[in-house]
């Protein structure tokens, strides 16, 4: 799966120049929390609601409410957004981008096409993906368990499923709790809870979960 499969487009960008409480308005009109700032259609810069909410005037502390937020109205986007921006391309592996995402906790990355703006990819992004990985919203027997980190291993697991007739609607590797073991978390559809416990319990070293869901 690759970035741009995933990343939200259009794009909601802001200008260099817009005052701080209009960004704040258009993000909670558009429901965003970031947005790449964009001057003659070049990524400039990026900004997030949290940049936006902690940009206040230096020492006010004697200034009277009104005269506080008039100095407020009068912040730029260019004096609170981070100027150098680390982007992705459309191209980009998604797990390479949620990496990037994760070393630098970034919430979001602008993905770029030949120095123009295409999408951004944020964290929420990443939640779906992990959410239709996983299989979240279909039913099925849900398990979590040990096995040998070992060729063939998954080869045994996933012949134990399908000769009960079962379907896997998600599968997933960990590294696992001691050297020379993995653990695996997989949804199958089409047995019960019993039927796959008793299907896979041969094969696998260690149950650490199992249920319906």
């Given amino acids: 799966m690759l970035v741009g499969?995933?990343?939200?487009?259009?794009?909601?960008?802001?200008?260099?120049?817009?005052?701080?409480?209009?960004?704040?308005?258009?993000f909670r009109k558009e429901h965003i929390r970031r947005a790449p700032?964009?001057?003659?259609?070049?990524?400039?810069?990026?900004?997030?609601e949290n940049d936006l909410l902690n940009a206040s005037p230096s020492q006010v502390t004697s200034l009277s409410v009104w005269e506080i937020n008039y100095l407020?109205?009068?912040?730029?986007?260019?004096?609170?957004?981070?100027?150098?921006?680390?982007?992705?391309?459309?191209?980009?592996?998604?797990?390479?981008?949620?990496?990037?995402?994760?070393?630098?906790k970034f919430g979001g990355l602008p993905v770029v096409d030949g120095g123009r703006v295409v999408g951004i990819i944020t964290e929420t992004d990443l939640f779906k993906i992990f959410l239709e990985l996983m299989g979240a919203r279909e039913p099925g027997v849900r398990v979590t368990a040990q096995v040998a980190d070992t060729?063939?291993?998954?080869?045994?697991?996933?012949?134990?499923?399908?000769?009960?007739?079962?379907?896997?609607?998600?599968?997933?590797?960990?590294?696992?709790p001691e050297s020379g073991t993995r653990l695996v978390t997989f949804k199958v559809a089409g047995n019960k809870k019993e039927a796959v416990k008793k299907a896979v319990e041969g094969v696998v070293q260690k149950f650490w979960d199992i249920r319906q869901s």
């Fill in 72 to 104: 407020i109205s009068k912040i730029k986007v260019s004096e609170v957004m981070t100027r150098k921006v680390i982007t992705v391309k459309a191209d980009t592996p998604i797990e390479e981008a949620a990496r990037v995402m994760a070393d630098n």
């Fill in 151 to 176: 060729p063939g291993e998954l080869a045994k697991l996933t012949k134990a499923i399908a000769d009960i007739g079962g379907n896997f609607i998600a599968f997933g590797q960990f590294t696992g």
């Fill in 37 to 48: 700032v964009l001057k003659d259609g070049k990524l400039v810069g990026i900004v997030s």
């Fill in 5 to 26: 499969e995933r990343m939200s487009r259009p794009v909601i960008s802001v200008q260099p120049d817009m005052p701080v409480q209009d960004t704040l308005a258009l």
